[in-house]
């Protein structure tokens, strides 16, 4: 493995899901990093080396610290005080782990203690005491502030996102969001407007580390104003209501594919391979190859597999009344297996062409009982409805966002102060 001898190094923060220690592509992360201080870690009188480890794909800590010629009883002890605080299996590519250690030791190399930075507000560190290795965590305080931001949409919502200085982040969580109402490919108008109040952290010196949730939005399409407040009821479960209280969360989403243009919509048509007219009982979305395609809604998979001039299929049956199918596939999420549950906005599978088909495209349907429906203009059930002390509680926060939200200055669009990961 290749180091570098530095006197200290900014390090990045990741977290991972992968159980068995190999890693996963570094997640998109919000932030400035510090540089590890390196007097934090003990050293011996004798001068000591520094070397500086970028983590790779594949790579665990045991492997990285036995290349550097650690023994392997070494490594284990090091590795064990870490987890007492960081669960190495953490890591992903990208994050340095910055080490010291004594290269005239009696028996080879020796370590003496190691830094990481998992987050931008948290400093790990391992250091050799006598014997035996510690592990210490040094978490950063943050202030807590709210940000406005509005934009008007001129071409794109992206685009006019960028322009107001609405973070990534916000943005992809304000579409989640808004997208049980709103169709993002279609829907979005200029002269649309948004305003978005989210909260960002800061350090003691004033310094953006990262973004927060949104708490409360407003979305104008065509003159039609929709509002969404982040609130938390008595139960602990935390959503989006609009200004009556109730859950913006829909049985179903709008689109269960993103960036897609609808090439054929429900009813009758000539049918592009059989040559006559035939009832269309779906919606055809055409989008790139290999396009995520989401489940529509909470559900378990009913049918999973070939099906027929339908291709490679999947049917989620979301309630008594509700099935929705995706069908012409390219291929099936191994999450997406018969009898499994999946969550609304889940990936099941993968835009393609299998079947029946003359290129790219999901054909999607809705079931009501037993027929098939028009997705595109069927009346959905809404979710929760607050009610007695919840909603009282709703309408005290509703009035103090709104107050707040009204007194916010705007925030002027400006170079980045939060930086992002290397």
Do not use: C
């Not at 003496?112 to 930075?117: D, E, N, P, S, V």
């Not at 949104?214 to 399409?221: E, Q, S, V, Y």
């Not at 395609?293 to 490679?312: L, P, R, T």
């Not at 297996?337 to 003359?358: A, Y």
């Amino acid at each position: 493995m290749r180091y570098l001898i530095v006197a200290g190094a900014a390090l990045v923060p990741f977290q991972s899901q992968a159980a068995d220690g190999l890693l996963t592509p570094p997640a998109v992360q919000t932030g400035t990093s510090e540089d590890i201080d390196v007097a934090a870690i003990n050293v011996p009188t004798s001068e000591p080396e520094f070397r500086e480890l970028k983590v790779r794909r594949g790579d665990t800590l045991m492997k990285m610290l036995m290349g550097q010629g650690f023994s392997r009883s070494e490594s284990h002890s090091a590795i064990s005080a870490l987890r007492t605080v960081y669960d190495p299996r953490k890591l992903r590519p990208g994050q340095t782990i910055k080490v010291s250690l004594d290269p005239a030791a009696d028996e080879g190399t020796s370590l003496i203690g190691l830094a990481l930075k998992p987050d931008v507000d948290l400093d790990v560190f391992v250091d050799r005491e006598a014997d035996k290795f510690a592990a210490k965590e040094i978490k950063k305080a943050l202030s807590e502030q709210s940000h406005r931001v509005d934009g008007e949409i001129t071409s794109s919502l992206y685009e006019a996102a960028v322009a107001a200085g609405l973070p990534p982040a916000v943005l992809i969580e304000l579409i989640q969001a808004m997208s049980f109402d709103v169709d993002f490919q279609r829907d979005i108008q200029p002269g649309d407007s948004f305003k978005v109040m989210f909260n960002r952290f800061h350090d003691e010196t004033g310094l953006a580390l990262r973004d927060g949730a949104i708490n409360h939005a407003r979305l104008t399409l065509s003159g039609k104003e929709l509002y969404i407040y982040r609130f938390t009821d008595k139960s602990g479960r935390t959503d989006f209501f609009d200004q009556k209280g109730h859950s913006i969360r829909k049985a179903l989403l709008k689109t269960p594919v993103d960036g897609a243009r609808i090439s054929s919509r429900f009813g009758k048509r000539r049918h592009p391979i059989l040559g006559y007219n035939k009832m269309h009982r779906g919606v055809d979305f055409a989008a790139p190859s290999g396009t995520p395609i989401y489940a529509a809604g909470d559900g378990v998979i009913e049918v999973s597999g070939w099906n027929g001039g339908y291709g490679k299929y999947v049917r989620l049956r979301h309630n008594g009344e509700y099935r929705t199918a995706y069908a012409h596939m390219k291929a099936i999420s191994k999450n997406a297996r018969k009898g499994k549950r999946v969550r609304q906005g889940q990936i099941i599978g993968w835009v393609g062409t299998t079947g029946r088909s003359t290129g790219a495209h999901l054909h999607y349907e809705v079931l009501r009982g037993k027929h098939q429906v028009n997705p595109l203009s069927i009346k959905l059930p809404t979710g929760k409805r607050l009610t007695g002390t919840d909603l009282a509680n709703f309408r005290n926060l509703r009035r103090d966002m709104d107050r707040e939200f009204e007194a916010l200055p705007v925030t002027e669009p400006v170079a980045p102060t939060i930086a992002s990961v290397d």
